[in-house]
C-alpha cells in the first residue's frame, strides 16, 4: 500500500512569507502528527492531529499551525518565516492513538528560508 | 516525557551482528519500547517496538529486561544498508488520548565492509 505521501519535498521561501506543506497518510490512518527536524535541535514534535482535531501540541510559537481534514489528510502552516524555521518538517501516521501502533513516517519536506 | 539514553555512535563489521543498547529507567508500565531507524535525508524507518516480551521481525530483534528500565535493537547481520541513526523512544499516551514520540539524540551505527 502507498506510504505517508508528503508534498512538496523541496522549497526555498523568503523570510516573512508563510509556507504550506501538505501531508496524505497511509489509508485507513486516522492519526497524522507532525515534526520538525533540524541539526542543531534534532526531531521536534510540532502537532497530532485525530479526526480533524488537534490533541497535542508541542513547544512551537503560534507562526506554526496546522489542520486535518475529513479524509485524513494534513496540512502545516509557517506564518512569518524565520531564517531558523529552515528545516526538514517530517510527517507520520498511523491507525489511530494507541501506543501499541506502528507509526509511518513520510519522505519530509524541505523548507530552506532565505 | 520518559527520556532515553543512547550511545552517541557504534561501529561494526559487515556480516556481524550489532546490539544497540538503550536505557530507559523512568519508564512506566504503560509506555511502549520503539525503535526507529533514520537513512541521510530520508524520513525515520519503523523498525520494531515491544512492551515487555522480547520481539521479533525480519528486520531486527528487541530485547527488554525485566525490569524493562533498559532494551536492546539487535541486528542479526550488519549489511551497509543499515548504517543509519537508531533511536530508541518510549510511546504513551499523552492526555487526550492523544501521543506524541520524543527523540533522543539517537546512535550513529556505522558498518565497516
Known amino acids: 500500500k502507498a506510504g505517508v505521501t508528503q508534498t512538496p519535498r523541496y522549497l526555498i521561501k523568503t523570510r516573512g512569507q508563510q509556507v504550506t506543506l501538505s501531508c496524505s497518510p497511509i489509508?485507513?490512518?486516522?492519526?497524522v502528527s507532525w515534526y520538525q527536524q533540524t541539526p542543531g535541535q534534532g526531531l521536534q514534535f510540532l502537532f497530532e492531529y485525530f479526526s480533524e482535531t488537534q490533541r497535542n501540541k508541542g513547544n512551537f510559537p503560534g507562526r506554526f499551525s496546522g489542520r486535518q481534514f475529513s479524509n485524513s489528510r494534513s496540512e502545516m502552516n509557517v506564518s512569518t518565516l524565520e531564517l531558523g524555521d529552515s528545516a526538514l518538517y517530517l510527517c507520520a501516521s498511523s491507525l489511530d492513538s494507541r501506543a501499541a501502533n506502528t507509526i509511518y513516517f513520510g519522505e519530509g519536506s524541505w523548507l530552506t528560508v532565505v | 516525557d520518559a527520556k532515553t539514553t543512547q550511545p552517541n555512535s557504534m561501529e561494526s563489521n559487515e556480516e556481524e551482528p550489532v546490539h544497540l543498547p538503550c536505557n530507559h529507567s523512568?519508564?512506566?508500565?504503560?509506555?511502549?519500547i520503539h525503535w526507529y531507524r533514520q537513512l541521510p535525508s530520508q524520513g525515520p524507518e519503523y523498525v520494531i517496538h515491544?512492551?515487555?516480551s522480547n520481539v521479533n521481525n525480519r528486520m531486527a530483534s528487541l530485547a527488554i529486561a525485566e525490569d524493562r528500565k533498559s532494551s536492546t535493537l539487535i541486528l542479526h547481520r550488519a549489511t551497509l544498508r543499515d548504517a543509519a541513526v537508531y533511536y530508541c523512544i518510549l510511546l504513551a499516551y499523552s492526555g487526550a488520548g492523544s501521543y506524541q514520540l520524543t527523540f533522543g539524540k539517537g546512535t550513529k551505527l556505522s558498518v565497516i565492509p
Open positions: 489509508s485507513g490512518h486516522r492519526s
Open positions: 515491544g512492551l515487555t
Open positions: 523512568t519508564i512506566s508500565g504503560t509506555d511502549y
